[in-house]
T-cell receptor, first 113, second 117 residues
Framework: GENVEQHPSTLSVQEGDSAVIKCTYS??????FPWYKQELGKRPQLIID?????GEKKDQRIAVTLNKTAKHFSLHITETQPEDSAVYFC????????????FGGGTRVLVKP | GAVVSQHPSRVICKSGTSVKIECRSL??????MFWYRQFPKQSLMLMAT?????????EQGVEKDKFLINHASLTLSTLTVTSAHPEDSSFYIC?????????????FGPGTRLLVL
């Protein structure tokens, strides 16, 4: 099955700086990689995703990069704001496993004003 | 994005009772829904995949007789925690795939916080 590792587990940045979260996956057949943001006690919200036929995707201050050879993908948040503080989860989808998502352990991001 | 609702949002029950949680897709039909459990400060762990009109597929280590899943329609899946015990206390979240948004995209419900006394 798929295994997803996420680092770091916690990340503290100053407002305006960039934040980078990295994930590695084990199954080279995985083909879809979403990122979710979860605020305390609330549902995970999809913020960006990338498919295996694309190397990079950007949406305003958020970008995701994918390195299929190395089997890792990263979330980049630029110009961080206090409202970016949350827990972020990466995930990988293995189509052969019935479209199930396997989640990373999460990164708690704190943006200090 | 697509909207998924869950009910109830939180429930407190006595040990030994059963609790039913509903997951609904509000503006799309979902042939597949997923049930996750999340303990405090931990990641989401998939419990089972709910398939409309057929039996659910459970992940390894999840007792199918304890966590009963029914997906009787294209917009509703239910999870029943039978004979709940304090160790079942957790945040239960469902998700659903919207076929109209591509087969991969999953949208999550708001979660149900279960506390078993």
């Amino acid at each position: 099955g798929e295994n997803v590792e996420q680092h770091p587990s916690t990340l503290s940045v100053q407002e305006g700086d960039s934040a980078v979260i990295k994930c590695t996956y084990s199954d080279s057949a995985s083909n879809y990689f979403p990122w979710y943001k979860q605020e305390l006690g609330k549902r995970p919200q999809l913020i960006i995703d990338i498919r295996s036929n694309v190397g990079e995707k950007k949406d305003q201050r958020i970008a995701v990069t994918l390195n299929k050879t190395a089997k890792h993908f990263s979330l980049h948040i630029t110009e961080t704001q206090p409202e970016d503080s949350a827990v972020y989860f990466c995930a990988a989808r293995l189509k052969a496993a019935g479209n199930k998502l396997t989640f990373g352990g999460g990164t708690r991001v704190l943006v200090k004003p | 994005g697509a909207v998924v609702s869950q009910h109830p949002s939180r429930v407190i029950c006595k040990s030994g009772t059963s609790v039913k949680i509903e997951c609904r897709s509000l503006d799309f039909q979902a042939t597949t829904m997923f049930w996750y459990r999340q303990f405090p400060k931990q990641s989401l762990m998939l419990m089972a995949t709910s398939n409309e009109g057929s039996k659910a597929t459970y992940e390894q280590g999840v007792e199918k007789d304890k966590f009963l899943i029914n997906h009787a329609s294209l917009t509703l899946s239910t999870l029943t925690v039978t004979s709940a015990h304090p160790e079942d206390s957790s945040f239960y979240i469902c998700s659903a795939r919207d076929p109209g948004q591509g087969e991969e995209t999953q949208y999550f419900g708001p979660g149900t916080r279960l506390l078993v006394l």
